[in-house]
Every structure is written in structure tokens, then in C-alpha cells.
């Protein structure tokens, strides 16, 4: 088994510099992948050295944490598994209600504990802040939670400083995931300071912009009529010349240093700060490889200035997401 470099969370949580988001092993992207190929990957991840790895109730529903509790049956003690509550499931569907009550969050634990095959859950988020539950009433039910051991330690999914500080308060907050890459940098501006302010981690999601910076997607790209990027402003065919420009800034750093677009982006997210632990998702075995790989990546403070002051001059379009999911975000 190999060994990566490990980052720090907050609280102490140790992970791999680089974790497996395993959304896309159950659909999200087009059809689901084979099942065995799958559990086959996450097994061959952690052979990889890979300790961290990401899923949610409301992925499948409900497949994918079953998925990732079979493949790492028996590997429990050697891995970081991170899932999610916060929505409304009805059966094998997300009614799009968000719900953090207290109760709820108690029985979702209790149903993911058992889907993921294990007796204690290492980091678990709010999906979606709940505007309707006070955040400290959260905080409060993972404190809960925690003293019980059914957590070890708990987190926020695209939540605004406010309501982090005041959740943090309450229950020390141990990571933060939010989407963040050189296509998304927003959380630079308020986000990433109160986490180093207050000792939290970072777990940027999309951190290749859903596949756009590897390079692998060209203006004519089209998808599965399944995937969800047919439906996200910023990968529409009337934008995509516009925001391929920055896939051409990577791809030309990339040259310079031996590596790919995909291992350009994810150590510039790496060389932004220790605590930040990025997860990309694939259903391909060299693409984990490839992405592992930009752990060797060393971008030195000029290369980093370049690549910053080239991508500001660049006018990126289009929403990172849709209306309705953008109106979900904690502002």
C-alpha cells in the first residue's frame, strides 16, 4: 500500500492531501458505472495511499453510500469516510425539502451508519445550510451526536462565514466543503479567511470544475442526456469559447512543467494552503492516478503569480450552477 502526504482538518483530523468524492460512481454524470468496477476503484484508491473519501445520503439516493460501505468493508480503521444529511427523502427520491431538525439529523445518521457498514461515522456535513432550523440547534444535535460516538467529527457544505462562526461557537466545526477552483474562486474573498481565523479545514468540491479544467472537454463536447452539466449555465455551448480560455492557461502551465491540466489545477489548489483537502471524483482508474500524480507538482511563487495574474484578466460566463440549486446556497 502506498503512502501520500496526509493534510490536517480541523480538530485534528488527519486525510490524504487528496481524497475520492464518489458522487459520480452511482450516476450524476450519465448512466451509473458498472457496480463492481466501481468498488473495485475505491479498493484500488486506498491501495493508492488515497484515506479520504467522500459520499451523501442523497447521492443515488441512498446507492452510493451503500457502494462505498461495501468497498471499504474491512479497510474501516484505514480510511476517513465523510457523508452528508440536510434534504427530505421520500423512498428512492430527494423531494428538494431541506430538513435539519434535530430528529432528522439523528435518523439519518443512524440509516447512513448502517448503509456504510460501520458503527461510527469520521466527518459528517450539513448538506445545505437549513434557514429554517437555527444553526446552533445543528451544531448542537452533532455535539450530541459526537458525545455518543456515532460522529466523530462534523462539518458545513456551502455555508457563509456567519453561519460557520456562529455554528463553530456551538460544536468545533472540522472542515468546510465548499466549491473552490481556479473556475471558482469566490471563497477566496470571505470564506478561506475565517477558516484560517478559526483552525477549520477546507474540502473544495469540483476542484477540475466538474471535468471542464482537465482539458478533456472541447467546444463540442456534448453529454449523456442524464448528466447534470446540460443543465449548468457555465458549460452552455454559448459560453464554453469564453471559458475555454482558461482551460488553455492551464494546459500551457501544464507543457512548462511535464504535467497535465487535471495535476495544474488541483496543486494549485494544494499550494493555496496546508489545510485544504481537495476531492476530486472519478470512475477511472488512470484519472485517479493522473490526479494523485499532482501531489509531485510543486508550483514555485512566480508560476503561482502567473497563473493568478493571466486568469484575472479572463471574463469566465456562466453560473457555476442552476437557479434552484444556487438559491439553496447559505449567503
Known amino acids: 500500500m502506498t503512502t501520500l502526504q496526509t493534510r490536517r482538518l480541523g480538530q485534528g483530523l488527519e486525510v490524504s492531501a487528496i481524497g475520492l468524492g464518489c458522487m459520480g460512481m452511482t450516476g450524476a454524470y450519465g448512466t451509473a458505472p458498472d457496480r463492481g468496477q466501481m468498488i473495485a476503484l475505491i479498493r484500488a484508491a486506498v491501495d493508492l495511499g488515497v484515506t479520504f ?185 454559448e459560453v464554453r469559447e469564453a471559458n475555454l480560455a482558461l482551460v488553455d492557461l492551464i494546459a500551457s502551465v501544464a507543457r512548462d512543467k511535464g504535467a497535465t491540466p487535471a495535476q495544474v489545477a488541483l496543486a494549485w489548489l494544494l499550494a493555496r494552503h496546508p489545510w485544504i483537502a481537495p476531492i476530486p471524483g472519478t470512475t477511472k482508474l488512470h484519472r485517479l492516478e493522473e490526479n494523485l500524480g499532482a501531489l509531485d507538482i510543486t508550483l514555485g511563487t512566480v508560476e503561482l503569480a502567473r497563473i493568478d495574474g493571466a486568469a484575472a484578466d479572463l471574463q469566465l460566463q456562466g453560473a457555476r450552477l442552476p437557479a434552484a440549486a444556487l438559491a439553496m446556497i447559505d449567503r
Open 53 to 237: 473519501f467522500d459520499t451523501a445520503e442523497v447521492y443515488g439516493p441512498f446507492a452510493n453510500e451503500e457502494l462505498v460501505g461495501e468497498a471499504l468493508k474491512g479497510l474501516r480503521d484505514e480510511v476517513v469516510i465523510a457523508t452528508k444529511f440536510g434534504f427530505n427523502l421520500d423512498g428512492a427520491t430527494r423531494t428538494g425539502a431541506l430538513n435539519s431538525r434535530p430528529d432528522h439529523i439523528r435518523k439519518v445518521a443512524d440509516a447512513s451508519l448502517k448503509r456504510l457498514g460501520t458503527d461510527r461515522i469520521d466527518l459528517f456535513y450539513q448538506h445545505r445550510v437549513d434557514p429554517s432550523v437555527p444553526i446552533e440547534e445543528v451544531a448542537g444535535a452533532l455535539g450530541d451526536l459526537i458525545a455518543e460516538g456515532k460522529v466523530r467529527h462534523w462539518g458545513l457544505s456551502e455555508a457563509s462565514p456567519a453561519t460557520i462562526r456562529r455554528a463553530h461557537e456551538v460544536q468545533p466545526v472540522t472542515a468546510v466543503q465548499s466549491e473552490y477552483s481556479l473556475w471558482h474562486r469566490e471563497p477566496e474573498a470571505e470564506l478561506l479567511p475565517i477558516l484560517a481565523e478559526l483552525g477549520i479545514g477546507f474540502v473544495p468540491f469540483s476542484p477540475l470544475g466538474a471535468g471542464f479544467l482537465t482539458g478533456q472537454i472541447g467546444r463540442d463536447t456534448t453529454f449523456d442526456k442524464s448528466d447534470f452539466r446540460n443543465i449548468v449555465p457555465r458549460f452552455a455551448p
